[in-house]
């Protein structure tokens, strides 16, 4: 990123051989294209790559506590562009009070911003580390709890983060899952392949997702945003059915891509509705971050288990059969048999309505001991969800 470009050769590059890559639909992604830029960089027209297709562009704010000598320069002709920015910080610090330091640095210049350019930063604050002084002297967990710190003030200055490496850094020297987990998002150079070929695929050998790619500096550096839709996404939930106990049921959720790739928790919420009585609840899992849109499932909540009261038997060759009343329910199904096991051929069924808390069982054997058990159901969409069974009760006949 410190990389500096001779103006000469530049100037050359921005007029004639800059590649754009457009905001662009293809499967079930699209991408949006950008660039970052700084001291480094001479006479960028931001407003001529944003009429060749760029969207966004990523401005160095300084390193450690030293101001970016274009930094105000920069986000002006950002400004003037109508052009949405973000912005990054170079990181020096070998310990948590220099991060400290240094988020206080990029907390004090923002907020010295117009109003005009406030309004169109819309991209994160990326702390940049990737500086091998400092990887020489720190291990994976320091690097890792000063990106935390930054990251943590600056969001509680209502700031969105970000934490940009390369993929070998985030391999080794960072905790890229545990950022991601923080709801950090990540910002990966890697020159290998083209983000556009490789899709959101996890970074290096971590969990994480890059939610933006840095994939060439041969001219200018250059970014994508990858952003995949939900619905190319699978939501699991930890249960399809639950039993009614009165309370929300709030089944957990996983999600994962095309490749079965588990989605980190930070890129989705999660909402539940119809979640408390008898029927079918609904999840719905709204994303952000890489991922746009939002999908929905289903679980169901079975009635919960009839209390069957005690069993008699008023008149010959009659049962009688009563329960506690369920408000919740569209009926109940009541087996009656002469085994104990409610063997096919010696069980028979009768169904009484959600209003009933009884019937009567009539045209059987005298003197004939019986056993019954009963559930109660729930109708949805003309499919019929079932409780437990009731304990089962036995009497002989009269």
Not at 66 to 83: I, R, S
Not at 325 to 350: A, C
Not at 362 to 380: D, G, Q
Request: aromatic share 12%; net charge positive; proline share 2%.
């Amino acid at each position: 990123m410190n990389k500096k470009i001779i103006s000469i050769i530049l100037s050359l590059i921005m007029t004639i051989c800059t590649v754009i890559i457009p905001v662009s639909a293809y499967a079930d992604n699209y991408y949006i294209s950008g660039v970052d830029i700084s001291e480094h960089n001479d006479n960028v027209n931001l407003s001529a790559l944003k009429a060749q297709g760029y969207s966004f562009v990523m401005i160095r704010l300084g390193y450690f506590n030293h101001l970016d000598n274009k930094f105000y320069e920069n986000v002006q002709n950002a400004v003037n562009a109508g052009m949405n920015f973000g912005v990054y910080l170079y990181s020096y610090a070998f310990n948590s009070a220099e991060a400290q330091t240094e988020a206080q640095f990029a907390i004090n210049a923002l907020s010295t911003l117009s109003q005009e350019a406030k309004a169109l930063m819309t991209y994160p604050v990326a702390y940049d580390i990737e500086d091998s002084s400092i990887s020489s002297k720190l291990d994976k967990n320091a690097i890792t709890n000063n990106a935390l710190l930054f990251t943590s003030l600056l969001s509680q200055n209502g700031y969105d983060t970000m934490v940009y490496s390369n993929t070998y850094w985030f391999n080794t020297f960072i905790n890229a899952d545990l950022l991601s987990q923080n709801g950090i998002k990540l910002w990966c150079a890697d020159y290998t392949s083209s983000p556009m070929t490789k899709g959101n695929t996890s970074i290096g050998n971590t969990n994480s997702f890059a939610y933006m790619w840095q994939y060439s500096d041969s001219q200018i550096d250059q970014n994508v945003i990858l952003m995949t839709d939900a619905q190319s996404l699978t939501v699991k939930l930890s249960k399809s059915s639950v039993t009614y106990n009165g309370k929300a049921q709030k089944p957990s959720v996983t999600v994962y891509n095309q490749s079965g790739q588990k989605i980190p928790a930070a890129y989705y919420t999660v909402k539940y509705s119809s979640n408390t009585k008898p029927g079918k609840a609904t999840v719905k899992v709204d994303f952000n971050g890489i991922f746009f849109g939002s999908k929905t499932a289903n679980f169901i909540i079975k009635p919960k288990k009839p209390t069957q009261k005690k069993l008699k038997s008023k008149s010959k060759k009659q049962l009688n059969v009563s329960w506690k009343k369920d408000k919740n329910v569209s009926g109940y199904e009541i087996k009656y048999s002469t085994s104990s096991k409610f063997t096919r051929k010696t069980t028979k069924t009768v169904k009484a309505g959600k209003k009933s808390t009884g019937v009567t069982v009539k045209k059987l054997k005298s003197r004939k001991k019986y056993y019954v058990k009963l559930r109660s159901y729930k109708t949805i969409n003309g499919k019929k969800y079932y409780s437990s069974y009731s304990s089962t009760k036995s009497i002989k006949t009269k």
